[in-house]
Nanobody, 122 residues
């Protein structure tokens, strides 16, 4: 599966952004999908995951209550709605797909898209 993320940008603290990740291929609905981020000098962080059916979600504590992951299997697209953004959310955000395993473990994600930059100004 090939993934294309979009929707990043510059936003003030407290603002919102919605990231999208479009997938090609006819087997999108068989993959768990997730979002990761990496800030300069920091390790990659697993931010959110969603099961292949979309019925279950996972969030890192750092974004719980502010970010929402969702998917539209008819459009082969996964979204990350980000509200109440903070400067510490600034990072390169990646979408990823897991062909097996569980949606709530970052180590199962084995297909990666290119990143989209999110910058939150204070």
């Amino acid at each position: 599966v090939q993934l294309q993320a979009s929707g990043g940008g510059l936003v003030q603290a407290g603002g919102s952004l919605r990231l999208s990740c479009a997938a090609d291929g006819r087997t999108f609905n068989s993959y768990h999908m997730g979002w990761f981020r990496q800030a300069p000098g920091k390790e990659r962080e697993f931010v959110a995951g969603i099961s292949w059916r979309g019925s279950s979600t996972y969030y890192a504590d750092s974004v719980k209550g502010r970010f929402t992951i969702s998917r539209d299997n008819a459009k082969n697209t996964v979204y990350l709605q980000m509200n109440s953004l903070k400067p510490e959310d600034t990072a390169l955000y990646y979408c990823a797909a897991a062909s097996g395993g569980v949606y709530y473990r970052g180590s199962f994600y084995n297909h990666w898209g290119q990143g989209t930059q999110v910058t939150v100004s204070s």
